[in-house]
Every structure is written in structure tokens, then in C-alpha cells.
Antibody
Framework: QVQLVESGGGVVQPGGSLRLACAAS????????MHWVRQAPGKGLEWVAF????????YYADSVKGRFTISRDNSKNTLYLQMNSLRVDDTAVYYC????????????WGQGTMVTVSS | SYELTQPPSVSVSPGQTARIPCSGD??????ANWYQQKPGQAPVLVIY???ERPSGIPERFSGSSSGTTVTLTISGVQAEDEADYYC????????????FGGGTKLTVL
């Protein structure tokens, strides 16, 4: 079945780095845009970044621009989020999400991976 | 800036109809989608393109749009519908970005 599985979360100090991965299965990964969305503890959903199906276009929320990099390896069916210069307010559950054929609609979500930025 | 505004909470009794509005200027030009999120779980798409229902979503979930407001309607609310609901849209007038509403906690009394 269609599935997204995130990994790579953990505890990191402010200023540190972390790389998240999202393994996709059950669909043609290379045909769909992919997003990262995060949710701070007790808070709402916040969009983080988007990458087109072929990796040619990438977009970021202002809150992470210049610090986070979204990428993908279509040969490995995997989405990545490289997070640098992490701040306490980056603490959140990070979800990867797949677009449908209609852009901006997220029909499949992973289970999320927790990132805690703390000294 | 592009914002989507939802009420923080809505309460209804079982069997009644719940309506959750989401407003924002850009909704006059862009479609909205709705997600249901239960505690400790990932969001689930329940309505897309204002009023389309994905397969597997019960018919009691519906969506509508009027001007700058979209509304998620849950008819005959059941206890299992208690959850947080988020509207979502996108904007590409500047640099592309996705926006979520602040979320509405639906309580089934």
C-alpha cells in the first residue's frame, strides 16, 4: 500500500544539524511533488518546504529559508530535509506528505518524526 | 500576508451538524482542502478542492465555498469525529507557499 516512513529525528543542541529522511513505497515516487510539514508540541500544522517531482523547483517557508534544504533521490524513492542552524523553535514533529495529481493537496502523510532542539 | 482563519473550537452533540468555517482573502482565487487530525496521529485528507471527498471518507463530510470563506460540514456527527480540523490552501502570487489555518478542535458533547 501507499506509505511514507520518516526517520532521522532526535535531540540536538541549538545551532546543530539534523537530516531527516522519508522513504516512499506503493506509488511512483518520481511522479509526485513532496512536502515537509511540521507541528510544534500542542500547536497547529506549519508548512516547511516543497520540492517538485523532478527536483527542479524547491520552495521554503520564511521561517526556515536559508537554514533548511529539501531534496530527493528518485532512484531511492526517498525525500530528505537537511536542517542546519537549528533553533529551539524548530522543535516539532516533522511529517512528509505526498501531493495528489492536483497540486497543493496532500493525500498521504507519514507518521512523523520528532525533532527536539534543546541545550 | 496570506492567512487562513478558523475558530479555535466548535462543539456539537452527537447526531447534530457541525460547521467549521475558514476565511482568507486568497480563498476567492484558490481552492481549500481540509484535514482531520486525531491525537497522536498524522493528518488525514477529508475534503479537497473545496468540496471533493476522497474515497473512503464518509458521506457525512462535505465542503462548500462562498467568496472568501470555505466551510467544512459534518452531518450527523459521531463521537469518532472528535478531532482537530485544519483548512489549507496555497499561494503563488509571490514565492510559492502553503498555508494552514490555525485549526479547530471539534468536541462531540
Amino acid at each position: 500500500q501507499v506509505q511514507l516512513v520518516e526517520s532521522g529525528g532526535g535531540v540536538v543542541q541549538p545551532g546543530g544539524s539534523l537530516r531527516l529522511a522519508c522513504a516512499a513505497s506503493g506509488f511512483t515516487f518520481s511522479s509526485y511533488g513532496m512536502h515537509w510539514v511540521r507541528q510544534a508540541p500542542g500547536k497547529g500544522l506549519e508548512w516547511v518546504a516543497f520540492i517538485r517531482y523532478n527536483g527542479n523547483n524547491r520552495y521554503y517557508a520564511d521561517s526556515v529559508k536559508g537554514r533548511f534544504t529539501i531534496s530527493r533521490d528518485n532512484s531511492k524513492n526517498t525525500l530528505y530535509l537537511q536542517m542546519n542552524s537549528l533553533r529551539v523553535d524548530d522543535t516539532a514533529v516533522y511529517y512528509c506528505a505526498k501531493e495528489t495529481d492536483a497540486t497543493d493537496v496532500f493525500d498521504v502523510w507519514g507518521q512523523g518524526t520528532m525533532v527536539t532542539v534543546s541545550s | 500576508s496570506y492567512e487562513l482563519t478558523q475558530p479555535p473550537s466548535v462543539s456539537v452533540s452527537p447526531g447534530q451538524t457541525a460547521r467549521i468555517p475558514c476565511s482568507g482573502d486568497a480563498l476567492a482565487k484558490r481552492h481549500a482542502n481540509w484535514y482531520q487530525q486525531k491525537p497522536g496521529q498524522a493528518p488525514v485528507l477529508v475534503i479537497y478542492k473545496d468540496s471533493e471527498r476522497p474515497s473512503g471518507i464518509p458521506e457525512r463530510f462535505s465542503g462548500s465555498s462562498s467568496g472568501t470563506t470555505v466551510t467544512l460540514t459534518i452531518s450527523g456527527v459521531q463521537a469518532e469525529d472528535e478531532a482537530d480540523y485544519y483548512c489549507q490552501s496555497a499561494d503563488s502570487s509571490g514565492s510559492y507557499h502553503v498555508i494552514f489555518g490555525g485549526g479547530t478542535k471539534l468536541t462531540v458533547l
